[in-house]
């Protein structure tokens, strides 16, 4: 999976690549699913939703340029396997999803793995942290299809980055934010594949 990301995608940015080889992908997904844990492909995780695609996950991981002190907030749990390799990588993660079962199937699955920094919350991701906000990164998991709702910009420090996929449904551009006093700055990384972002 590594390989592919680095030789296939030309990704080669050391601290993400070592976080993807110690966060067993396996243990996020469905167990028919085990002998292609490592495939780079998204996959079903029950409740109409996805694993993202291993590429996919470490390009976003690589666009939030984490130092290690970071204070996160990731919407759209899912798996949890994009928080467990964030947890890997920043501070402290608070990660909120909209579907009960899964941040529930989440939350076991960091107790299991022992992994104590990432804090999940059901509700919509758009308010369930704000109390812990500012935030010095951002990530939205699912795409955007409009706007991007003006209350997680709120939440973002000054000088932070929001990473997030813009589009409609036939595909949605890979957008890194970043937040400099009341203006923002944009700039856009290709094209990708993602179940909407539910507004509530
Ligand atoms: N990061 C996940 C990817 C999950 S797919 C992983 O590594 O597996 C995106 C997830 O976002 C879905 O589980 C969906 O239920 C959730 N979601 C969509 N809109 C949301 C919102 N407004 N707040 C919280 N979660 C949301």
Do not use: C
Request: glycine content about 8%.
């Amino acid at each position: 999976m590594v390989r592919v990301i680095k030789e296939v995608y030309g990704l080669r940015d050391k601290k993400v690549l070592d976080a993807m080889l110690v966060v067993p992908r396996e243990e996020f997904i469905q167990k028919k699913f085990r002998d292609v844990a490592y495939s780079d492909n998204a996959l079903s995780i029950g409740y109409g939703q996805t694993i993202s695609q291993p590429f996919t996950v470490a390009f976003m991981t690589h666009l939030l340029k984490l130092q290690g002190k970071e204070k996160v907030l990731e919407i759209g749990t899912g798996s949890g396997y994009q928080a467990a390799i964030l947890a890997k990588l920043a501070k402290e993660i608070y990660s909120a999803e909209v579907v009960e079962k899964l941040g529930k199937r989440a939350k076991d699955k960091f107790k299991k793995l022992m992994i104590n920094n990432v804090k999940i919350k059901i509700g919509n991701g758009e308010v369930v942290w704000e109390n812990k906000a500012p935030f010095d990164r951002i990530l939205i998991t699912a795409g955007v299809f409009k706007d991007i709702p003006k209350g997680i910009i709120n939440q973002l420090k000054d000088g932070g980055l929001l990473v997030v996929p813009i589009g409609d449904s036939s595909g949605q551009t890979m957008t890194r934010i970043t937040k400099k006093g009341k203006k923002i700055e944009t700039e856009e990384f290709g094209t990708f594949q993602f179940v909407p972002y539910r507004q509530n």
